[in-house]
């Protein structure tokens, strides 16, 4: 086995060789024309034909492990990049530079290079540095500031790196990041500010109107009655100007910290965007080495590598991409011989495509020209599973019965391997990608292939969301899930098999009511008055749904927030956003939204009445929670249930209240500064006038030992907030008091 690894690898490097030689030829061409080149728009497309030479050359030492030469191919491409990027032409002192640079290539290339020596007799770090300082000299765009090359060679105008460039490690970009996009909230609050000043404005207006109706009607004989109006007249009329001077001053410092901010943003997610190529170094290796364990034959063709996105993106992205290429390889390309009997070639072909859509997207595509989806296979699985009913299986087309093979669980393999079999890849993917604010879809043909394409943002943090109304609650609905708005006529809206339908476009989507989805109060319906029912039509994996609501209130840009480990699983929760106004908004996760939907359509199960409604006296819950997002969060579940509601931000907090006023049940976080939930507890149950006091922990301390700490100091319940669902809160306070 050693033997043939060994002659691969001599293969490959051969291989290697002969390519690098024809890259390295067309480097020299391309700096020698250059040299000489005076057109403009001639020099441009020669620095991108060595750009892509000189990176198709580092992706390629990469593949075969020569370190040296893909880190001198780097630099390169670093100067070649910034000459890209600055549309400047390079110094004529650079070129020996860069033609030494070709020549150790060539000098590491050669079977008898042994040595780090480079270049007239300089070691390899030298030459990187040299390199480097020329990247970091064109980038600042100030060629004349110190000499490149050490004393004693030729003087060429460039900076040495150290005061001029800075090396800070990624999570200190990323903390930056963060901080700077706080700033979108003061800009929220600034445009709110200057709303609300022209509300003043127009209510003031409304005063004024009012008030020349009354004097009017004043007598005109009255001369004190004229004065006094004369002193109003003068007082609203320098209100007036006062108003109208905030009002433009407002308006002004809203505008000019949007821009500086919309700015500043703009220039640190550029900081944070890396080339999709670094994710994909692995794949090469990874597609050899499971087809050869699998014995199968496969290529892999790699586009669009180049394209340059949010390095928190690719960071997640990675995983999923890797469950499609292994799923590719598994399931999809057959072994030699069955695909010589389907007329293929013996070696199956997997495609992984990135390109740019709609300037702030990106589509990848992950192809393989193997057997394709046994749709057959998928709704026996679906079957077994629970996944859909027989009934429900039967009604399926092939269109929706594709999707269900991202359900947690499903698998068409017979048997489970390290490989694949155990039905969770694809639920990942999906989980993976939505999180980021994607997408995935997949196509199939029987006997041709399978394609996903993933859907994704090119940055993370802020985007634009749908505020909507339903009851007294506020949410934010993702713009890129929203096909449309409309308004219903009541009507218009049929009822088949107890479920509510509408006609759009010549389609029947089904409609569901938000507050229904959502388990909140029922109030009085829109359609009770006969007028339009506001619904935002809703699409996420291939399926349709259309989602009343009370109010359509704006659209508008906002900054998600997550709720944090403790609340990663809240069910139809992606996170939180405030609004100008300083309230807190929950953002709506829209492929929770739509299985949760799914399952309310077909359940139908009636509304359960609210807690304190009608004659039955409101309960009252303290909720203890340290962080502000969790606190508004419970807050909002237990308000919507019905629940009086009160808060606090530690233990002693929470005591001091508990002590003065009266409360039906405590729900408490455990671990919180000054005194923690377990502290709080015990501290309950030895005061004689709070020992009977429900208690409930919310906490994401879930190992044993702590669950049996919980009991031990008199917790009526502990709920983790790994698995947390706000059902599951309202069940066990309902069940407490």
Known sequence: MATGEEEFRRKLLGTFAAEAEERLEAITSGILELEKAADAARRAAVVESVFREAHSLKGAARAVGS??????????????????????????????????AVDALRRRLSPAAETTAGPEGTDLGTLLQRLESLSAAL?????????????????????????DTVRLPAARLESLLLKAEELLGSKLAAAQRAADLAEIRAALAGWKKEWTGLKARLPASDGAAAESVERADRACAALDAAMASIARAADQDHRQLGRQVDALLAEMKWLLMLPFSSVLRVFPRLVR?????????????????????????????????????????????????????????????????????????AEIVVADDGAGIDLGKV???????????????????????????????????????????????????????????????????????????????????????????????????PLSAVERTVRIAPQSIRTAENRETIRLNGSVLPLVRLRDVLLLPRG????????????????????????????????????????????????????????????????????????????????????????????????????????????????????????????????????????????????????????????????????????????????????REDRERGIEVGASAYLVKSSFDHSNLLETIARLV
């Open 524 to 703: 009085r319906a829109a359609a009770d008055s006969g007028a339009p029912v506001p619904a935002l039509v809703l699409g996420a994996a291939e399926r349709r749904i259309a989602f009343a609501v009370d109010e359509v209130v704006s659209e508008q840009e906002v900054l998600v927030k997550s709720l944090g480990r403790q609340l990663a699983r809240v069910r139809n929760v992606a996170g939180a956003a405030v609004l100008g106004s300083g309230r807190v908004v929950p953002v709506i996760n829209v492929a929770d939204l739509m299985q949760s939907a799914a399952r309310t359509s077909a359940a139908a199960p009636p509304a359960p009445p609210p807690v304190g409604r009608g004659d039955v006296e409101a309960k009252s819950v303290l909720v203890v929670e340290d962080s502000i997002t969790a606190r508004v969060l419970i807050k909002n579940i237990l308000e919507s249930a019905g629940y009086r509601v009160a808060t606090a931000v530690d233990g002693i907090d929470a005591y001091t209240q508990l002590r003065a006023g009266r409360f039906d049940v405590v729900v408490s976080d455990v671990d919180m500064p000054r005194m923690n939930g377990f502290d709080l507890t015990a501290k309950i149950r030895a005061d004689r006038s709070l020992s009977e006091l429900p208690v409930v922990l919310v906490t994401a301390l879930e190992s």
């Open 379 to 477: 709704k026996a699985a679906a079957l077994r599973l629970g996944a859909v009913s027989a009934e429900e299986a039967d009604r399926l087309s092939d269109r929706e019965i594709l999707p269900l093979i991202f359900h947690s669980g499903l698998s068409t393999s017979p048997v489970i391997t390290d490989l694949s079999g155990r039905g969770i890849g694809l639920a990942i993917v999906r989980e993976k990608v939505e999180k980021v604010g994607g997408a995935v879809f997949v196509e199939t043909t029987p006997g041709g292939g399978t394609t996903f394409r993933l859907v994704l943002p090119l940055a993370l943090a802020t985007f634009h969301g749908v505020l909507v109304r339903t009851g007294d609650h506020l949410f934010i609905v």
């Open 67 to 100: 370190a040296d030469v893909e880190a001198v191919c780097q630099s390169l491409e670093g100067i070649f990049a910034a000459l890209k990027r600055e549309g400047i032409a390079a110094p004529a002192g650079s070129y020996d530079l860069l033609h030494s």
């Open 289 to 361: 080495d499971l087809s050869r364990e699998r014995g199968k034959e496969a290529e892999l063709a790699i586009e669009g590598g180049e394209i340059e996105i949010d390095r928190r993106i690719l960071q997640e992205i990675k995983d999923p991409l890797i469950h499609l290429v292994r799923n590719s390889i598994d399931h999809g390309i057959e072994k030699p011989q069955e695909r010589r009997r389907k007329k293929k070639p013996p070696a199956g072909m997997i495609r992984i495509a990135i390109a740019q859509k709609n300037g702030d997207k």
């Open 139 to 163: 980038y600042s765009r100030a060629p004349e500031e110190s000499p490149l090359y050490p004393a004693g060679e030729q003087a060429a105008p460039f900076p040495s790196p150290a005061p």
